[in-house]
Nanobody, 126 residues
């Protein structure tokens, strides 16, 4: 089992930046690929970006490329999401999720992630 706790959310104006953190505890000796998802009000949860356990491969949606950057520090069991040039449409609850490395690459579907954090709210005003 892995427990995930997100932090760093908040309210910012358009054009601002936030850095989200996701701290893992529990069975962190296993190799987990990590993903960030978000869910806006009235919408389904959607994939944002993911990073493999070694930090050598990243996949991001087109909306995230150039503005959002995922990274990880395995020594601290923490994954980060740096968000720059935030837009009102980025307003959502952001979740981190863990997928046990299986050799099948980075996953984009939430059903492939076994462990989830509770989410952190990001609100961007215009």
């Amino acid at each position: 089992q892995v427990q995930l706790v997100e932090s760093g959310g908040g309210a910012v104006q358009a054009g601002g930046s936030l850095r989200l953190s996701c701290a893992a505890s529990g069975r962190t000796s296993s190799r987990y690929n990590m993903g960030w998802f978000r869910q806006a009000p009235g919408k389904e949860r959607e994939f944002v970006t993911a990073i493999n356990w070694a930090g050598t491969r990243i996949y991001s949606t087109d909306s995230a490329k150039g503005r959002f950057a995922i990274s990880r520090d395995n020594a601290k069991n923490t994954v980060y999401l740096q968000m720059n040039n935030l837009k009102p449409e980025d307003t959502a609850v952001y979740y981190c999720a863990a997928d046990l490395e299986s050799g099948l690459g980075l996953k984009l579907s939430q059903i492939d992630y076994a462990f989830w954090g509770q989410g952190t709210q990001v609100t961007v005003s215009s």
